[in-house]
């Protein structure tokens, strides 16, 4: 069976880091992704969690101003914290970042973490990870 | 706030556009605005890819190329880890 489409990428804080410290890659798949009339997204609290970490502030800044910030509210925000207590992490951030890419069908780009693996698997998701 | 404009479009944008906002459940200058809002997301993305390359270097050719080939492996379902792209 092959593996199914997405329809866009949601960036995780390792994506902010990965274009705060000038990963060619990271920018040449962010460039690639808005010349396709991709727009990736980010949870707002990745943002939050990305200026809170980052000192290259101005890179982020850059990066974001291609991309839509979702805001983190309501029902996303619901379903981030039982998945973050049932995998037993305060990393809400990913938990966010793997609830925006099952709702919404999305491949995500950050850094490897064991709890995006345990938050798609709570969320039944087949995750689809570029592990920056 | 909203302002009004009067804008002219082709018969078969309106008519694609009018699909489109009927298949989303939105009204048609929710639609219109939605998609003006999205490209000028990509013109102020693209402006911050230009102004990081004007810090650090452009890219090359390769490394555009490699973007691109990662978009479309992404968007197939295939998962993948970081790999160095040669500077030019």
Known sequence: MSPAKREGLVYGLGA????ARGDRMMWALHRAALSNGIVPVVPAVTVAEGYRTEIRRDRIGELLAGTEV?????ESARR??????????SDLSSVAVVELAERRNFAVV????PVLRAAAAAFGHDLVLYAV | MVTKRSVSLDDEVASAVEEAARQDGVSFSAWLSS????QLRVRQGLRGVAAWEGETGSLSAEEVAAGEALL???RSGMSGVASRVRRR
Do not use: I, M, Y
């Open chain 1, 16 to 19: 902010l880091h990965a274009a």
């Open chain 2, 35 to 38: 998609a003006a809002e999205k």
């Open chain 2, 72 to 74: 479309a492996r992404l």
């Open chain 1, 80 to 89: 981030s914290g039982e998945v973050a207590a049932r995998c037993d992490t």
């Open chain 1, 70 to 74: 979702e805001p983190f509210v309501g």
């Open chain 1, 110 to 113: 950050t850094q490897q973490k």
